[in-house]
């Protein structure tokens, strides 16, 4: 039995969106682990539920649930948070890439289109004026 495709909206039934939540949950923190472990990568995972409850990973010492956490300087907040903001305009900057490119390439089928239509009008307007002198 396969996967049936889940439609991308909220699920409006609240013990379903819960019991989705959880799972989907766990299988993240679960990939995060394995990043982490296969790749020695540090990895860290955020998650806030609908009820503003934390969840998190994190394959580092630096954890906002450790014991240490409150001991945890100022200066290592910010610069968490300059990492933070750091990665999110190269993905900001990756992402704007990526359609630019997409929309230059679909400009570029759409001038394609234009000159085979372009192409065929001529050829059925010259098979129409062949169709005119034969009669």
Known sequence: ????????????????RQVTFSKRRGGLMKKARQLSVLCDAQVAVVVFS??????????HKRCLNSPNADKTSVENWMQLEEQLNAALLHTRATKTG????????????EKLFKEENELWQTKLAELQHNDDHLV
Do not use: A, P, T
Not at 51 to 59: A, D, H, K
Not at 98 to 109: A, K
């Open 50 to 59: 609908s009820g503003g409850r934390l969840y998190e990973f994190c394959s």
């Open 98 to 109: 990526l359609l630019i490119n997409s929309m230059m390439d679909l400009q570029q089928q």
């Open 1 to 16: 039995m396969g996967r049936r495709k889940v439609e991308m909206k909220r699920i409006e039934d609240k013990s379903s």
